[in-house]
């Protein structure tokens, strides 16, 4: 089984400041890690991915994430907020299991950029 | 390349009805998954296709449905609507139905209020 954890619903930060999105994850497998963007009344958009390979992704928009295994966590960050980053942000496992996958999203963090 | 496009936006339907949702792939994209997506549940998985099959099942009960064509368009129905599907319902499509990195492509949704 997976499971992933967002910690805070919210996030509020001034623009211009370090972005910082919590996501903590469960699986029993290696797992593929996933960060997704969904802006009001449209569907989610890929950020960045981790598969295999180097723990420090980039991603679009200037997000980046790390995949610390023996802290089972992969935050987002960002440098500088900027206005137009204000969405909501999902963290999202894949794991193989007996050969199947059902992937697994957190409930998401609601980003607020204060100008 | 056109993205995943859902049919209809926006649909109202009344207590005991059925109603069936439209989704269509990306070009070349064999697997399609359907989420629903509530602010008291956050994503859930209902169900993917690959091929006109399907290969994996999330914990919905038997009123949803849903079918894939041989050129991978897809339906999803619901019967006997209950005031709690009232929801956004995403669909998903992805290029590799083998490869659990592939990343998801989501069309904007389908918001389904039922009164």
């Known amino acids: 089984a997976q499971s992933v954890t967002q910690l805070g619903s919210h996030v509020s930060v001034s623009e211009g400041a370090l972005v910082l999105l919590r996501c903590n994850y469960s699986?029993?497998?290696?797992?593929?890690l996933f960060w997704y963007v969904q802006y009001p009344n449209q569907g989610l958009q890929l950020l960045l991915k981790?598969?295999?390979?180097?723990?420090l992704v980039k991603g679009i928009n200037g997000f980046e994430a790390e995949f610390k295994k023996s802290e089972t966590s992969f935050h987002l960050t960002k440098p500088s907020a900027h206005m137009s980053d204000a969405a909501e942000y999902f963290c999202?496992?894949?794991?193989?299991?007996?050969?199947?996958?059902?992937?697994?999203f957190g409930r998401g963090t609601s980003l607020i950029v204060h100008p | 390349k056109a993205g995943v496009t859902q049919t209809p936006r926006y649909l109202i339907k009344t207590r005991g009805q059925q109603v069936t949702l439209s989704c269509s792939p990306i070009?070349?994209?064999?697997?399609v998954s359907w989420y629903q997506q509530t602010p008291g549940q956050g994503l859930q998985f209902l169900f993917e296709?690959?091929?006109?099959?399907?290969?994996n099942k999330g914990n919905f009960p038997g009123r949803f449905s849903g079918r894939q064509f041989s050129n991978s368009r897809s339906e999803m129905n619901v019967s006997t609507l209950e005031l709690g599907d009232s929801a956004l319902y995403l669909c998903?499509?992805?290029?590799?139905?083998?490869?659990?990195?592939?990343?998801?492509?989501f069309g904007n949704g389908t918001r389904l209020t039922v009164t």
């Open positions: 296709y690959f091929s006109e099959t399907q290969r």
């Open positions: 699986s029993s497998v290696p797992p593929y």
């Open positions: 998903a499509s992805s290029s590799t139905g083998d490869s659990y990195n592939s990343p998801l492509h």
């Open positions: 981790y598969t295999t390979g180097a723990t």
């Open positions: 999202a496992v894949r794991a193989t299991s007996g050969g199947s996958y059902i992937p697994t």
């Open positions: 070009s070349g994209h064999r697997s």
